[in-house]
Structure formats: structure tokens, C-alpha cells
């Protein structure tokens, strides 16, 4: 099981480490990714870095905080990190690209395996690994019924945050799972409104996803 112990027992000086490595890695990451997709990347402004370094500090000292010195703080901080430039790209491009959703579920899954191994939680890995099939199933039946709503790109990206949510447990996949579901719409629902004249044929519910995500991660002990 979790370790509800050392979860939100965590001095201010331990958050404050971790937000502060986070963002370290934070902005490695976003170089890595403007190397490795420098077409989806953007160009490195001051602005963007300052924005990527405040939020990744804000949600590693948010993460170090609800879990502690539990083991599965690393995964959950890696998602953080990652959760920003898929945000970025999908909300500029429309675009989830296999070369990050692919490395998150994987590393997701090494890092979680771990912390199962460490504290005897092989049964929230497997739950995990349960959720983050069921979750990519539902999503993917929605993309092959919603028309223009739902891409592929959120459909693979379905998966490591099922993985995610499940290893907490199965109240964190459903609402999870339904956040997004309601973010996305609402999302959707705000476009089209303002931009009534032009209506957009895509949304980018990857943002939804992961804040949706993160939220209930955070707040659902």
C-alpha cells in the first residue's frame, strides 16, 4: 500500500528542495525536448523559461507536500515535469508526440515499480497497470466515436495517467478519468464561444487531461 505516513508530513525545507530540483529538471527537460522536437518546441524566450521554471518549482513543492518522503514521489514529480511541454505543444500544434508520451508511461512505470518493490505495494502497481489500460480503452473508444474531439495523441497519453491514477486507487482513476472528461468539454465550450466566427475543428484536450490529472492527484489522498 501507499504510505499514507509519510505522505503531507514533509518539512517546508523539504518541499522546498524538491520544488527547486524539480525546476532544475524542469528546464533540462524543456531543453532535451526543444533538441529533440525543435519544430514543436518553439523558440526558448525568456518569458517561457521563467514561465516552465515557476511552474515546475510550484508543482514539485505541491507534489513533495502531498507525498512526503514516500517512494513514489519521484514518479509522480517526473510527471509534473512532463505534463509541461506536452501541455505547451498540444495547446500550439494540436499534437501529443509519441517520442514524450512514450518515455513518461515507461519511466512512470520503472519509477512506480520501484517504489512498489521498496514498500511491498505490488498490488497498487498492478491496479496501476489495470488503470492505465482501462483508461486508454475508454478514451480510445471515445476518439473512434466523438468525430473531431478526441485524437490518438490523447488516447496514448490516457495511458500513463491511468497508470498514475491507479496506483493511488480506483477513486483516482474515476475521477480522473471524469475531470478530464468535463475540463475537456468545458474547454471545448469556452473555444467556441470565443471564437464563434471560426469555429476550431480541433481542441487540445491534452492540458485537460493532465491538469485534470494532477488535480486529483494533489487533492484525493
Known amino acids: ?38 519544430q514543436l518546441a518553439g523558440e526558448p524566450t525568456i518569458r517561457l523559461r521563467i514561465t516552465t521554471a515557476a511552474v515546475t518549482f510550484v508543482l514539485s513543492a505541491l507534489l513533495a507536500w502531498r507525498f512526503g518522503s514516500a517512494a513514489e514521489l ?75 474531439g478526441l485524437g490518438m495523441g490523447d488516447v496514448k497519453l490516457a495511458a500513463p495517467l491511468g497508470l498514475y491514477l491507479g496506483y493511488l486507487g480506483w477513486a483516482q482513476l474515476f475521477y480522473g478519468g471524469a475531470l478530464a472528461f468535463i475540463a475537456g468539454g468545458l474547454a471545448s465550450i469556452v473555444l467556441v464561444l470565443k471564437n464563434r466566427e471560426n469555429k476550431p475543428q480541433e481542441v487540445a484536450y491534452g492540458p485537460s487531461m493532465l491538469a485534470a490529472g494532477l488535480a486529483i492527484i494533489l487533492l484525493i489522498p
Open 1 to 38: 500500500m501507499f504510505d499514507t505516513a509519510a505522505a503531507g508530513s514533509a518539512s517546508p525545507l523539504f518541499i522546498a528542495g524538491i520544488g527547486l530540483a524539480g525546476m532544475c529538471l524542469g528546464l533540462l527537460a524543456d531543453a532535451l525536448v526543444r533538441r529533440a522536437l525543435p
Open 74 to 148: 519521484p514518479a509522480y514529480v517526473l510527471l509534473g515535469i512532463f505534463a509541461i511541454p506536452l501541455a505547451r505543444i498540444d495547446i500550439v500544434h494540436q499534437l501529443l508526440p509519441n517520442r514524450l508520451v512514450g518515455p513518461l508511461f515507461g519511466a512512470g512505470l520503472a519509477l512506480l515499480g520501484f517504489a512498489a518493490l521498496a514498500s511491498g505495494a505490488a498490488g497498487d502497481l498492478l491496479r496501476g497497470a489495470a488503470g492505465a489500460a482501462i483508461l486508454f480503452f475508454f478514451y480510445l473508444i471515445l476518439a473512434l466515436t466523438s468525430g473531431n
